[in-house]
């Protein structure tokens, strides 16, 4: 039986997003996702679908940092972007951004990769298509997930305080029209997959956002992790 995808958010973000959504496209992408749940293996598993917007309320949020689909190898997913779970290898991408952080802000690689301790902090980890089927990168992409999360970014948008969002690679960059208050600060760099040879490394993301807040008055982001190695 179909489920009510906005049933399944936490309260305040249901609020927040409803009214920016088109309710046969919801209702559409809630059938598409619920058959694919009960047929196919799907990922993250669906305890987790919502896990960015349980961490970090909607007040919470000084930070977005965009994904674009959920990994789609076993026990990687668990609803925030570019994160894995504790003990499972760390992905290329997200070695990448490991790496930056060190360069940037001299914080140590992680052991692993798990993501939780920044959306605790006020980072919102969105991925803009928010399932996958097991071992088809993209195979959700096209089925509503999009409006979705696109609604997500306009609702962060009419925030009083500053947001910085932060995007990278071109599909990320695509959502910068989104973004209309001046108030907030849009980070752009290219995407950390190690397949792209320049545009992300160096670009120094970390101090950006941190600098970014501070000037708006709001409290910058302790970015460590724990379980380091050095």
């Known amino acids: 039986m179909p489920f009510d995808l906005l ?3 936490p309260a305040p973000w249901r609020e927040l997003i409803e009214p920016l959504l088109d309710p046969a496209t919801t209702r559409r992408l809630g059938e598409f996702v619920s058959a694919e749940y009960d047929g196919k293996v799907v990922y993250p598993a669906l305890p987790d679908l919502f ?13 977005l940092i965009l994904g674009q689909d959920p990994y789609h ?3 990687q997913a668990h609803g925030l972007s570019f994160s894995v779970r504790e003990g499972v290898r760390v992905p290329p991408s997200l070695r990448n951004v490991f790496k ?25 980890l969105l991925n803009a298509v928010l399932t996958v089927r097991a071992g088809k990168a993209g195979s959700h992409a096209g089925k509503g997930w999009e409006e979705f999360t696109d609604a997500v970014i306009r609702a962060l948008d009419t925030k009083d305080e500053r947001v910085v969002f932060v995007l990278w690679g071109a599909y990320a960059r695509k959502k910068r029209t989104l973004i209309t208050e001046s108030r907030h600060v849009v980070l752009e760099a290219g ?23 501070a000037d708006a008055g709001r409290s910058e982001i302790d970015w460590s992790l724990d379980q380091k190695i050095f």
């Open 7 to 9: 049933e399944l958010l």
């Open 51 to 63: 896990s960015a917007f349980r961490l970090c309320s909607p007040d919470d949020v000084r930070v």
């Open 73 to 75: 190898g076993a026990g």
């Open 100 to 124: 930056e952080l060190r360069d940037d802000l001299g914080v140590p690689m992680p052991a692993g990769g798990d993501l939780t301790p920044w959306a605790q902090r006020g980072v919102l």
């Open 191 to 213: 995407h950390p997959s190690p397949m792209n040879p320049r545009g992300f490394l160096g670009s120094r993301p970390f101090s950006a956002v941190n600098k970014a807040l």
